[in-house]
């Protein structure tokens, strides 16, 4: 979407904090023993206690509250039965609504005993992002935001998952600017405009390049035994710093 009023900032702002606030409550009830469904329990009634509403269970009708990703899981993962077990890679994903308004955020972390390379890789992986972030306002090509993630990445070791992309929200969970691409595409023509809501949401990898979808129709794994870091704001365009709306 693209903003219109103080109301619509205001609206997302809202959204925003809640799912923010959403992932930290996960985050802090995290460690081994606890599995993925009940994480996903205490993260579906923290949104429920703020008046939101899982988007992709309303949206795609996904089988949970959040997208719970563990080790060589991506993106998507359904909470179930799973046990987090010491050293484990956790990415959690939240998006939701609130009033008409959506906002989406991510965030990958490690287990204790922590693996000295996924704390690099999760670390790495967040300051890719917001070096994104702090690169963009009105005006600047779309193919900017993949040009930067891919360069980044080979600096720090790493490839980019090149079929997971960033994308326009607000209004809806998906939406214009669609297929904002984690690589350079010189044939990407588009420009931000000021009032632009989009995320920012780099993929970054050990090894693979391209996630695989699992029997289960909603799973994104690696083909490998690599690992991948995502991590994920929601954003507003403007003609300066844009406005991380999914930050507390």
Not at 39 to 46: S, Y
Not at 66 to 90: F, K, M, W, Y
Not at 214 to 242: M, R, Y
Request: net charge negative.
């Amino acid at each position: 979407m693209t903003i219109g009023s103080q109301d619509d900032i205001d609206g997302l702002k809202e959204i925003g904090r809640i799912v923010a606030m959403t992932i930290n409550e996960m985050k802090s009830h995290t460690r081994a023993g606890i599995t993925t469904r009940e994480l996903d329990e205490i993260g579906g009634e923290f949104l429920k206690r703020y008046g939101a509403v899982p988007a992709p269970q309303a949206t795609y009708n996904f089988p949970g509250n959040t997208c719970i990703s563990v080790n060589h899981e991506i993106a998507h993962g359904i909470p179930g039965n799973r046990i987090i077990q010491p050293g484990d890679l956790v990415n959690i994903d939240v998006s939701a609504e609130l009033g008409g308004y959506y906002a989406d955020s991510g965030h990958s972390f490690p287990i204790a005993p922590y693996e000295p390379s996924l704390v690099r890789l999760c670390q790495y992986t967040h300051d890719t992002m917001m070096k994104v972030i702090s690169s963009l306002k009105a005006g600047v090509k779309v193919n900017e935001i993949g040009r930067i993630i891919e360069s980044e990445a080979e600096k720090g070791g790493y490839t980019v998952i090149e079929n997971l992309c960033s994308h326009g929200v607000g209004r809806s969970l998906h939406e214009f600017p669609s297929e904002i691409l984690p690589v350079y595409n010189k044939h990407d023509k588009r420009r931000l405009k000021e009032g632009m809501v989009i995320t920012i949401e780099p993929f970054l990898s050990t090894g693979a390049r391209y996630a695989d979808e699992q029997g289960d129709g909603w799973t994104l794994c690696v083909p490998d035994n690599s690992f991948v870091a995502q991590h994920e704001h929601t954003i507003i365009i403007t003609k300066d710093q844009p406005i991380i709306l999914t930050a507390v």
